[in-house]
């Protein structure tokens, strides 16, 4: 690859086309977020609300105008070809920089996090040419692809943030190389670390020798101990460790000089199998042998507010965590009934650099540099004539406007409204019933949840990301001594944020507006049928009568979680890590969109 080459997606013409679609979510984000608000231009409103308006600088001599449906949730849906920047009566250019710059005050950016946004925001932009240059797939044909080829055909990232593709600390061969939407194959780094300094744990009925040699084979186990042998060590002193190739590049080589120097860490060399990096960046499916295990990384690279590391502390409960939920699965009928799995974090291996430890915090970066956990495949667990996609396709749109939902409706043959029951019987009611029978909640965004359709039609969904994303907010759950990590404190009135919020705000609040936008199912009649989903199991579960009342799933109106302000104000370390829901951005409430249903 040329210098040139390298930065070949970044024309022109790309460059204006990503820097509207990118504006054009700041404008929805943030007039949700109730950071700006729309001003209303007296023209006459048009069908479902829509109408043209307008937002100004913060001195008020720029002004951006743009039409918009006001749709549930307070959803703006606006048409990103109607967006104009005018100044002194000349119609501008929208340049997503100046943006921020002309609305530093409103949107509450200081001056020390203003560059490194606006620096994540180019990353941003730049992601978003690149995906500009692949073959456009039409969304019809995404939804006859396979797994990865769905993954990989993802262009928006996380619905509500705006600077979602920062990946600070990788540079445009990186991004080329590591990047999902690149689906460049990657070769794995090995590292033996000293058992002294390292730790393999492993849900029941997992050996360590064992295990690896199925993730790795019997010939390469072999040849990376026949590199310790050569410098005079025991194979049996050392713990293998999967890294990725830009950690060990830019991050182990040199701020863990010393490891290396003292051959606490020994670099082996790649592994045979190639892996596809998935939309959480860190996260490799097994393209060599899909029926192998994810391999999960640290990732010393800020991406949406967080430092991607791995905890080599949290990996030692990992395995025993996903262990402890699977049985919680299988042990309960009504969870059962829905399909529900989980793809459990079978194994975990950390290393604790003990220095770093000495002069740092548990919740410092410096300590999640160096671990690495292996997650069940999904694919071995097909039916004939299953398929799988992650959650994140359904809110997919084509560059036509088509949306990926939208296909798999058309492909299942079923009325929209039978579509959308069946994938909330999956998707929805294990959440329901997790949280009033539990007190368990999870992470459920669409990078989160895999579904397994057959002609379109959800059969069943499969959670993941567990051990480091579920909660039980139960201060008297009996929990697994290994198991009472998950448990945290969360205020009553915030419980049920984890549905309202993660769900409803942060998900159905999209999927259901591309299909109101398309024609396919009007606002009313999806709404009507995820308060159906409730209801059905509300009736269904008697016996839980009491916490129905207490978590009010038909309560008029719940707070309004900002993430948005959350990255705006540290975009470093969006939540305090030692206690997340003090941090939250609440500002003011939405009317709850089932309510009175």
Same mark, same amino acid.
């Given at each position: ?295 999960? #990384?640290? +990732? *010393? !690279? /800020? ?5 991607? $590391? ?5 990996? &030692? %409960? ?19 009934? #829905?399909? +529900? *799995? !989980? /793809? ?5 291996? $950390? ?5 770093? &430890? %000495? ?239």
């Amino acid at each position: 690859m040329t210098l040139s080459d390298a930065v070949a997606h970044l024309s022109p013409h790309r460059w204006a086309r990503a820097n509207r679609l990118l504006i054009r979510k700041a404008l929805a984000e943030f007039a949700h977020e109730r950071l700006i608000t729309p001003e209303p231009e007296p023209s006459p409103q048009g069908d479902e609300g829509t109408g043209r308006y307008v937002v100004r600088s913060d001195d008020g001599l720029t002004r951006y105008e743009f039409t918009a449906t006001r749709r549930a949730l307070d959803h703006w849906q606006i048409d990103a070809d109607s967006i104009t920047r005018h100044h002194d009566g000349r119609e501008l250019p929208l340049t997503a920089l100046d943006f921020f710059i002309e609305l530093k005050k409103t949107l509450g950016l200081s001056d020390e996090i203003l560059p490194v946004y606006l620096e994540e925001i180019s990353s941003t932009l730049s992601g978003t040419c690149y995906k500009l240059t692949k073959p456009q797939i039409p969304a019809a044909e995404l939804a006859r692809s396979g797994f990865q080829a769905i993954e990989t055909g993802m262009t928006e990232g996380h619905p509500c943030f705006v600077a979602n593709n920062g990946r600070l600390g990788f540079g445009v061969h990186e991004y080329l190389s590591y990047a999902p939407e690149t689906a460049s194959p990657v070769r794995l780094v090995w590292l033996a670390a000293h058992r002294s300094r390292a730790a393999f744990t492993a849900g029941v009925g997992i050996e360590y020798e064992a295990f690896l040699r199925n993730e790795l084979g019997a010939e390469t186990v072999e040849r990376f101990h026949t590199v310790l042998r050569e410098q005079d060590l025991d194979p049996a002193d050392y713990l293998l460790i999967p890294v990725h190739p830009w950690q060990w590049w830019n991050k182990l080589s040199v701020t863990f000089a010393a490891e290396v120097a003292q051959q606490n860490l020994v670099c082996l060399g790649e592994g045979d199998d190639e892996y596809l990096a998935q939309q959480s960046i860190r996260t490799f499916f097994n393209k060599s042998a899909p029926e192998k295990h994810y391999v999960k #990384t640290a +990732l *010393s !690279v /800020i991406n949406m507010g967080f430092m991607r $590391g791995l905890s080599a502390a949290y990996m &030692e %409960a990992t395995p025993a965590i996903n262990d402890w939920l699977a049985g919680l699965i299988d042990n309960d009928p009504v969870l059962k009934s #829905t399909g +529900l *799995s !989980v /793809i459990r974090e079978r194994a975990a291996v $950390g290393y604790r650099h003990l220095e770093y &430890e %000495a002069a740092t915090d548990r919740y410092s970066p410096y300590r999640k540099m160096l671990a690495a956990l292996w997650r069940e495949s999904p694919v071995s667990s097909l039916q004939e004539g299953e398929s799988l996609a992650t959650m994140a396709s359904l809110v997919h749109v084509d560059h036509e406007g088509a949306s990926f939902a939208t296909a798999l409706i058309e492909r299942s043959g079923l009325p929209p409204v039978e579509w959308l029951r069946r994938y909330l019987h999956a998707y929805l009611t294990p959440l329901l019933h997790s949280f009033y029978a539990y007190d368990l909640v999870f992470m459920p965004h669409g990078e989160n949840v895999i579904l397994v359709l057959k002609d379109g039609v959800v059969r069943r969904a499969i959670y993941k990301d567990i051990a480091e994303e579920i909660a039980v907010m139960d201060p008297d759950a009996v929990l697994p001594p290994a198991v009472e990590r998950i448990r945290v404190e969360v205020p009553e009135d915030k419980k049920l944020l984890s549905i309202f919020t993660d769900v409803f705000d942060c998900f159905f609040r999209f999927l259901a507006a591309h299909l109101a936008g398309e024609g396919v199912l009007d606002e009313t009649d999806f709404w009507q049928t995820v308060a159906d989903c409730v209801r059905d199991y509300q009736t269904a579960r008697p016996e839980l009568a009491d916490k129905f009342r207490q978590y009010d799933m038909f309560a008029p109106a719940f707070a309004l979680s900002c993430l948005n302000r959350l990255q705006l104000r540290n975009n470093k370390e969006m939540v305090d890590l030692a206690d997340p829901s003090g941090a939250l951005q609440l500002v003011g409430t939405l009317k709850n969109p089932i309510a009175g249903l």
